[in-house]
């Protein structure tokens, strides 16, 4: 038997993404999240499990917004990079370390150049849940493209967390469209 203390391991793969925020000065800062979902269409709400110990929780708590970026399986070092370093020991640095550029969008919330896709979201909630808390943010803009309503895997890679630091990436020709018996 496994510890119940590893219990999310076997709930991966998980996409793992970059929640971007900016500290009182309004410098940018991105970390990795593996634990994070869409939450309502109408009105559209995402919501993300952030620890109080990481800056981002404190950034998002001050500022009310947060962006919500998916990196290509390509830029996998750079989301790493923002999950195993925080701000508070870098500052700016950690986004050039990474090699990833901040751009704000049109609601004036930090975005990840480099993602495939991304949404700025306002802080609506925050549900106090554990160790980690759940931060709910409504959905202002979103960028990315679709194919058929659908991610386009000939296009782009997105990662995966395994857990314990590995990565895997979807494989396209493993698509399937489910269909009724
Ligand atoms: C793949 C991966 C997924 C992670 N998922 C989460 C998560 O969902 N929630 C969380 O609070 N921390 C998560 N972390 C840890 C933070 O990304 C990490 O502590 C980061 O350095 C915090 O940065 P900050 O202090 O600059 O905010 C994850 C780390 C990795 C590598």
């Known amino acids: 038997m496994i510890p119940i203390s590893l219990f999310h391991n076997l709930s991966y793969p998980r996409n793992a993404i970059l929640v971007t925020s900016e500290d009182p000065g309004g410098r940018a800062n991105a970390m990795a999240a593996a634990w994070h979902s869409p939450l309502s269409v109408r009105p559209p709400l995402y919501g993300v499990a952030i620890s109080p ?22 830029l996998v070092e750079s989301l790493h990079t923002c999950g195993r370093i925080s701000f508070r020991e870098v ?11 901040p751009v704000r969008g049109e609601f004036g919330v ?19 849940v554990g160790d980690h808390d759940w931060f709910v943010g409504e959905v202002k803009s ?14 782009v890679r997105p990662t995966l967390y395994m857990g314990e ?5 979807a494989d396209p020709s493993s698509l399937r469209k489910g269909s009724i018996r």
Do not use: M, Q, W
């Open 53 to 74: 110990k990481r800056a981002t929780y404190e950034f998002i708590r001050r500022s009310g917004k947060f962006g919500i970026n998916f990196l290509p399986f390509e």
């Open 91 to 101: 500052g700016e640095e950690k986004l050039k370390r990474a090699r990833l550029t």
């Open 110 to 128: 930090y975005l990840i150049e480099e993602a495939y896709a991304s949404f700025e979201c306002y802080l609506v909630r925050v549900v106090e």
């Open 142 to 155: 979103v960028r990315g493209e679709l194919r058929g309503n659908i991610l386009d895997l000939g296009r």
């Open 165 to 169: 630091d590995h990565y895997i990436t």
